[in-house]
């Protein structure tokens, strides 16, 4: 195969050594080089990153039946132009291998572009009026919905607070009848108004539930702050509203949803999202989207659900490659170990530095996340932990451990943990070790940096926090992405993050553990391919791979660093077909400069 793959490059480019004429003789003989077969689409003129070792660097090439056909130089590929070939001339654009989503939330990106979009309010009477003025256009009983929210990026601290918190007067005042569910940042909290505590049946005496904490006030009250599994029951209370909806709107709702989310991630350039979680009714309903036609491709991991739901489920609802491999479930996750910084409930070995007598939660107790691990590797799934802090870290891969040398063939199933943010030094080299993968996510070290130092102090912070350098260096394979919809999807900014470390203030953020611009494009591409078994169709460009691909406004491996966030993405093609193209495209010629994307806002 190799040397085939070998014969056609060198064909490509133009014929073969061994075939060129003596002096004097004549020239090539008619035929030669062959013709090849017309493609569907070439894009020419372009600098093409392939990440394939054999043409590292291309200037065009041709697609066919949803497949490159062949790659080279713009004669070479002139070669395969037919009467009804559409050509691109990229002039001088930057092409790469498409974007992989490592880790993110489908529905729950399209359900947050319906929400209140609360990352850039100021402070919390901003969000307040923005509750306000959506209270005074709901209909009775309907919830409203926001998200995005960070106290610690706020102007000023409202007064009086718990722990900076809000007390819940205000809020309750701007929408005494409608319930309100406000979700951190992070994913890890919500903040809800008295109507929707009394929906969710939480009171003064009510406990905080193993994992979770609700957040009171002096007098013990609870002020409509609850953290990880404390958010059940008003998320159950939502449900159960959604449930009273007609069918019809609520089959309407969901479908907007999932339009908006898949519109978002291909005008991002993301080609293949990895959905870190769906229940089964979900899926199987995504399965049926799927068959009627989706543009990007989709591996649905199944989301957390009793062990004994998942024993009965899992060998059924494995698919591979449906729909053209537009659809795929072989992972179960993400388990969620512990909590997340800007919650104070990561899980530590050693306490919170700015809060003595915190180490964070445990949130699914680990007994629970191994009985999930045991019934992964029976029913050969991948298997994706949450883990933030560094004893959830630890514990994970002391599980992984156990589990791989009880059962040796669980280590081919690439089990990965998601976020990995803060390691002791001790865990970093035990990933490449055991095989683990550390699916992690550039944009939040950016988010996250003016607190993490405060969170942790100056030393944990530089031994342990976001370390991809030290990861990469041991061996271990790193992904990247965002969390959609608790970051942009964005992989401008995330790659940006990535290769720089540098804050909205311009401070840089450890920079001893940035990425070069080759390997962070390398997690964007290959190395999500290879955590989702797709290395061998997706993540590189190739003969026969998939046509699966990014068109760049600029050189990301090139390109002065304050210029990559003047980067956008003009194409998107996924199997051959342009999904999207960005307004004035074709007119792009090289040079040409976009503004500065704004600034990170978002906190994990």
Partial sequence: MRFWRLMMIAAVCGGLGAAAPARGAAGPAAGFPPKLPAADLVLRGGVVATLDPLQP?????????????????DAAIA????????????????????FIEGHGHLMGTGEAAMEL?????????????????????????????????????????????????????????????????LEHASGHGIYVNAAALRLAGIT??????????????AQGNAIGMLRDTAMGPVRRAYERYLRTLPAGERE????????????????????????MGEDFATIAWLKRQAARGLPLRLYINVGVAPAATLAANLPAVRTIGYADDHFTVRGVGEVTADGALGTRSAWFLAPYRDAPTVTGKNVVA???IRQIAELAAEDGYQLSVHAIGDRANRETLDLFQ??????????????RIEHAQHLSPADIPRFAQLGVIASMQSIHACSDAPFVAPRLGEQRAREGAYVWH??????????????????????????????????????????????????????????????????????????????????????????????????????TIIGGKIVYQRPGAAQWRSGQLFPPMPEFNHVN
């Fill in 79 to 98: 070669r395969t132009i037919g009467a009804n070939t559409r050509v691109v001339n990229l002039h001088g654009a930057f092409v790469t291998p498409g």
């Fill in 252 to 275: 309407a709702r969901r479908e907007r949803a999932l339009r908006l989310a898949v519109e978002n991630e291909v005008s991002q350039g993301i080609t293949t999202f990895v959905d």
């Fill in 204 to 217: 003064r005496t009510t406990p905080d539930p193993p994992g979770g904490t609700i957040v009171r006030d």
């Fill in 117 to 181: 979009k609360l990352g850039r309010a100021p402070n919390w009477d901003a969000i307040v009026a923005m509750v306000r003025a959506a209270a005074a256009k709901a209909k009775p009983g309907e919830w409203i919905l926001g998200a995005g929210w960070q106290q610690s990026k706020w102007n000023r601290t409202p007064q009086p607070n718990v722990d900076g918190l809000p007390l819940p007067a205000s809020l309750d005042a701007a929408s005494p009848h409608n319930p309100v569910m």
């Fill in 402 to 415: 156990q589990i791989f040398t009880a059962d040796p063939a669980a280590h081919a199933l690439r089990w």
């Fill in 470 to 571: 030290s990861l990469i260096a041991s061996g271990a394979l790193v992904l990247d992405g965002t969390d959609t919809p608790v970051e942009d999807t964005n992989p401008i900014a995330n790659f940006f993050c990535g290769v720089t470390r540098r804050e909205g203030d311009g401070s840089y953020f450890f920079p001893a553990q940035a990425k070069t611009r080759l390997e962070e494009l390398r997690s964007y591409t290959w190395n999500n391919a290879y955590a989702i078994f797709a290395e061998g169709d997706l993540g590189s460009l190739a003969p026969g791979k998939r046509a699966d691909l990014d068109v760049f406004s600029g050189d990301l491996l090139t390109l002065p660093a304050d210029e990559i966030l003047r980067t956008r993405v003009l194409y």
């Fill in 57 to 73: 660097r291309v200037a065009a090439l041709a697609i066919r039946g949803g497949r490159i056909e062949a790659m080279g130089s």
């Fill in 366 to 368: 680990m007994s629970t």
